[in-house]
T-cell receptor, first 113, second 111 residues
Framework: ETGVTQSPTHLIKTRGQQVTLRCSSQ?????VSWYQQALGQGPQFIFQ???????GRGNFPPRFSGLQFPNYSSELNVNALELDDSALYLC????????????FGEGSRLTVL | GQQLNQSPQSMFIQEGEDVSMNCTSS?????WLWYKQDPGEGPVLLIA?????ELTSNGRLTAQFGITRKDSFLNISASIPSDVGIYFC???????????FGTGTKLQVIP
């Protein structure tokens, strides 16, 4: 167990709706990143938060946004949901922002109908 | 962008056999990481490599950072049923924020 917790574990939304996913990082980790994993693929980097600011972003549109709080927990918000947004959303924390050693949560499985 | 290609894509092996899988890239990397993902869970870090030529073991797992810095392999010796899962190579050499994951190797172990 990594100490990274995510909620909810599963959710179903319809096209056009908005969703908020939550993540608590491992104790002592101040950097949180979010990944999208479509079925049968590897995780794809969405963005990273460090000291409450976005610190790097992958190839995702602006309707994917996030927040990091003073306790290092984080939220991922997705607006105007599309069918292709159906995926496993993984949160990962790390001890310092330069390392590739990520500690993942179990993920939030989003289904968009 | 950076691409990490893994082979084989999937494999079935008998319990007790040794397994080898590899990861290649057209770019030079400074780090190689190997993760395992069980069904319904997030990936878990198995081994991290930071120097060309480095050979590192973690129990029955051994991974090497290729001399050319464009490849890495992972070996599993004496496989057991709990080795079942998807193995991903990864690297953050393209920019420290982003960790790029490979296409994955799905391992099935037949008891």
């Amino acid at each position: 167990e990594t100490g990274v917790t995510q909620s909810p574990t599963h959710l179903i939304k319809t096209r056009g709706q908005q969703v908020t996913l939550r993540c608590s990082s491992q104790s002592g980790h101040n950097t949180v990143s979010w990944y999208q994993q479509a079925l049968g693929q590897g995780p794809q980097f969405i963005f990273q938060y460090y000291r409450e600011e976005e610190n790097g972003r992958g190839n995702f549109p602006p309707r994917f946004s996030g927040l990091q709080f003073p306790n290092y927990s984080s939220e991922l918000n997705v607006n105007a949901l599309e069918l292709d947004d159906s995926a496993l959303y993984l949160c990962a924390s790390r001890m310092y922002r330069e390392t590739g050693e990520l500690f993942f949560g179990e993920g939030s499985r989003l289904t968009v109908l | 962008g950076q691409q990490l290609n893994q082979s084989p894509q999937s494999m079935f092996i008998q319990e007790g056999e040794d397994v080898s899988m590899n990861c290649t890239s057209s770019s030079i990397f400074n780090t190689w990481l190997w993760y395992k993902q069980d069904p319904g869970e997030g990936p878990v870090l198995l081994i991290a490599l930071y120097k060309a030529g480095e050979l590192t073991s973690n129990g029955r797992l051994t991974a090497q950072f290729g001399i050319t810095r464009k490849d890495s392999f992972l070996n599993i010796s004496a496989s057991i049923p709990s080795d079942v899962g998807i193995y991903f190579c990864a690297s953050n050499s393209g920019g420290y924020q982003k960790v790029t994951f490979g296409t994955g190797t799905k391992l099935q172990v037949i008891p």
